[in-house]
């Protein structure tokens, strides 16, 4: 299924590097979102963006720093990370509404060291 | 109270089983409603929206009882590709259908 790609899929970092993850949704939606899922967490949901414009930042750290470019694509730009940070990120879209539900990307899975 | 409430199992079930998973709520606002089915490392797949007349998708039954705040999904004639967890998600309040919470997920394997 190709309806919502996510790039890279893995990705490994040290603390002071600068990383962008990538994520594109092919079904005309309008909203799009930002999900951390860690082990034993349920997923925490970090940014929304409806027609390009964030609507929610759920008190996101600073190091990490979503950008949506058009209602298609959105980025979330990584710099000093921390160990604790290592988790699967999840970029979701959706109608403008919500209404019908979210639907993911295969996420990227990123580790700190 | 958590926001949003699974039982996490594992359920172990064999095959042509039924087995069925309550996910409670606490905001008596919230108005969507969904289940998604997550396999290991991969990401959760939409399952079913939860409507408020319950609906059926082939094995697949959701139901909402809004009064006493909980979610139910039933599968019947269990298969080994059900083997997955469940993820249930609610959305915040009223106004705000894009904010979901999520529960924890239930556990489900279905044994040959």
């Known amino acids: 299924e190709t309806g919502v790609t996510q790039t890279p899929r893995h990705l490994v970092m040290g603390m002071t590097n600068k990383k962008s993850l990538k994520c594109e949704q092919h079904?005309?939606?309008?909203?799009m979102y930002w999900y951390k899922q860690s082990a034993k967490k349920p997923l925490e949901l970090m940014f929304v963006?409806?027609?390009?414009?964030?609507?929610e930042n759920n008190s996101v750290p600073s190091r990490f720093s979503p950008e949506c470019p058009n209602s298609s694509h959105l980025f979330l730009h990584l710099h000093t990370l921390q160990p604790e940070d290592s988790a699967l990120y999840l970029c979701?879209?959706?109608?403008?509404?919500?209404?019908?539900?979210?639907?993911f990307g295969p996420g990227t899975r990123l580790t700190v060291t | 109270r958590k926001e949003v409430e699974q039982d996490p199992g594992p359920f172990n079930v064999p095959e042509g089983a039924t087995v069925a998973f309550n996910c409670t709520y606490s905001?008596?606002?919230?108005?969507?409603f969904f289940w998604y089915r997550q396999d290991c490392r991969k990401e959760p797949k939409l399952l079913m929206s939860?409507?408020?007349?319950?609906n059926e998708d082939g094995r697949f039954t959701a139901q909402l009882n809004r009064a006493s705040q909980y979610i139910s999904l039933l599968i019947r004639d269990s298969k080994l590709s059900d083997s997955a967890t469940y993820l249930c998600?609610?959305?915040?309040?009223?106004?705000?259908?894009?904010?979901?919470?999520w529960g924890l997920g239930t556990s489900l394997a279905v044994n040959p």
């Open positions: 979701a879209s959706s109608q403008s509404s919500g209404r019908d539900g979210q639907y």
């Open positions: 079904l005309g939606h309008n909203a």
């Open positions: 963006y409806n027609f390009k414009e964030q609507t």
């Open positions: 905001n008596s606002a919230s108005q969507s």
């Open positions: 939860v409507y408020s007349s319950g």
């Open positions: 998600a609610v959305s915040l309040n009223a106004g705000n259908n894009r904010k979901l919470i």
